[in-house]
């Protein structure tokens, strides 16, 4: 089993930055693929990054490319979020999420998650 507890989130004004933390516990999480997903009131869950097991590989929404990081330290057992440039349609409830699966983009492929923080960017 794998615990992912996520962290960072707040309000935020447009234009600011954030760095979003998820930290593993149980089974190590370094052969994993990890994601951040987010959801809107009202909205489906969204893909918004991931990083495969290595870390050489990321992956983003369009939405948030050049804006967004995302970044793995295994030996921590940590995956981060580094968000620049907010933007009020970026205020969502963010996930951390772990798959076994390499280099996925899809919700349904990652089997852990977190609880969540919530990320309130005011205009």
């Known amino acids: 089993q794998v615990h992912l507890v996520e962290s960072g989130g707040r309000l935020v004004q447009a234009g600011g930055s954030l760095r979003l933390s998820c930290a593993a516990s149980?089974?190590?999480?370094?052969?994993?693929?990890m994601g951040w997903f987010r959801q809107a009131p009202g909205k489906e869950r969204d893909f918004v990054a991931a990083?495969?097991?290595?870390?050489?590989?990321?992956y983003y929404a369009d939405s948030v490319k050049g804006r967004f990081t995302i970044s793995r330290v295994n030996a921590n057992n940590t995956l981060r979020l580094q968000m620049n440039s907010l933007k009020p349609e970026d205020t969502a409830v963010y996930y951390c999420?772990?798959?076994?699966?390499?280099?996925?983009?899809?919700?349904?492929?990652?089997?852990?998650w977190g609880q969540g923080t919530q990320v309130t960017v005011s205009s």
């Open positions: 999420a772990a798959s076994i699966y390499e280099s996925v983009v899809e919700a349904t492929m990652y089997t852990y």
């Open positions: 149980g089974r190590t999480v370094s052969t994993y693929t």
């Open positions: 990083v495969s097991w290595s870390g050489g590989s990321t």
